[in-house]
């Protein structure tokens, strides 16, 4: 049931307290800077010798597996690649016994991406599931399962579930970067205390929800919207703009913010909202950039930036603040603000938000 709350959708995007809690409960030790899975069967030495990650997913979940391109190749030197499960299971992949294929699916029921895993076993891979739902099929396909722990999720639009896949591919990155020799103990702890804090951050996002709320209300009757972010905010972008025209119907777009320039640009018109995921992180200076671009050519920028930012004011109009966390961790607290964005913008437009017109929760069939 739904607890109280108007949705299911918002019920869920409340539960992330206690969800991202579950995915690394019992599977950190900051003390020990390390990450450790219940039954993960990958060996040290298999870790040390993949040399490539095949990411398989769809939907939200491919979001969430572009945003872990960037975690194993910083984190883990692991080069990945990230395919839509569609389209990989009909190309003609290069994949050999050392790369590890990870599929994303929290249902573990997606037509595709169980498709493309039986693609990739055929070349003799090892395969992992990263899912929510104990027992699915994904889950008698591949050699080892990382569940997400989110618990059942009934919004078509995915909110609990992709925040606890991405708290598994930041454990995966880790572990895989902490066995690999990649990253330091003290590195480990520090992103480890920070990803402790996470759960109290979201719910001070979740108290602070009336400020998303007026600015979902402020654009609630615009034609488009546009998100841009760069680095680890470019997933960010992706999903939350997929999650917008899910369930409010508007045309939306997500881009990687240096890419404006080479033609979305032109779409930009007097009062376009373009939401910017400017958090802090090496990319920050170049997204200042982006944002003075977009304004000179008349949008309406709504910033999400950190708390502690006294620079955002002069280059936005509206700021969301953003608790601060560290730079790998922020986009967890940037989508969550997103996910109410598009919640609020779907209410105000009186949209049937667990329920959007022409989807299902979960696609068995091709
Ligand atoms: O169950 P899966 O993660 O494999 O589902 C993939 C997509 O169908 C799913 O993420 C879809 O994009 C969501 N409705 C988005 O909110």
Same mark, same amino acid.
């Given at each position: 049931e739904k607890a109280g709350y108007d949705h299911f959708m918002l019920k869920e995007i409340h539960e992330q307290t206690t969800s991202i809690q579950n995915a690394f409960a019992g599977r950190i030790s900051e003390i020990e800077g390390s990450v450790k899975f219940e039954?993960?069967?990958? $060996?040290r030495k298999d870790i040390q010798n993949i040399s490539r990650i095949q990411i398989i997913a769809c939907g939200t979940s491919w979001n969430a597996g572009l945003m872990s391109k960037y975690l194993f190749e910083q984190l883990a030197g692991i080069h990945t690649d990230v395919d839509i499960a569609s389209e990989f299971r009909y190309g003609y992949p290069v994949l050999c016994g050392d790369t590890l294929t990870v599929a994303i699916t929290q249902s573990g029921e997606t037509a595709d991406t169980l498709a493309a895993v039986r693609g990739a076993k055929s070349y003799g891979c090892r395969t992992l599931a990263i899912t929510? *739902? *104990?027992?699915?099929t994904i889950t008698r396909e591949v050699n080892e399962t990382i569940y $997400?722990?989110?618990? +059942?999720?009934?919004? *078509?639009?995915?909110t609990k579930t992709f925040t606890g896949q991405l708290i598994a591919l930041y454990l995966l990155a880790l572990h895989s970067g902490r066995m690999r020799g990649n990253i330091g103990h003290e590195d480990m702890k520090n992103i480890l205390i920070s990803l402790k804090k996470i759960p109290g951050q979201v719910q001070r996002i979740l108290n602070n929800r009336d400020k998303v709320h007026r600015c979902a209300s402020m654009f609630s009757d615009t034609d488009s919207y546009f998100f841009i972010g760069r680095y680890l905010n470019y997933p960010v972008a992706l999903e939350a703009a997929l999650k917008l025209k899910e369930i409010s119907y508007i045309y939306a777009e997500g881009y990687?913010?240096?890419?404006?320039? !080479?033609? +979305?640009?032109?779409?930009?018109?007097?009062?376009t909202p373009v939401v910017a995921i400017a958090t802090?992180? !090496? $990319?920050y200076s170049k997204m200042l950039n982006n944002i003075k671009e977009i304004k000179a050519r008349g949008a309406t920028v709504i910033a999400i930036a950190d708390?502690?930012?006294?620079?955002i004011q002069k280059y936005a109009d509206i700021i969301i603040p953003v608790p601060k966390t560290h730079e790998l961790l922020s986009p967890v607290l940037s989508t969550i603000i997103l996910q109410l964005l598009a919640y609020y913008t779907a209410l105000e437009r009186g949209c049937s938000i667990d329920k959007p017109r022409n989807l299902a929760k979960s696609v068995t069939v091709e």
């Open positions: 039954n993960l069967k990958l $060996t929510n *739902v *104990v027992g699915s $997400t722990r989110s618990g +059942p999720e009934i919004g *078509v639009a995915a990687a913010a240096g890419e404006l320039k !080479h033609g +979305p640009l032109a779409l930009i018109k007097e009062g802090g992180g !090496h $990319t708390e502690d930012d006294q620079e």
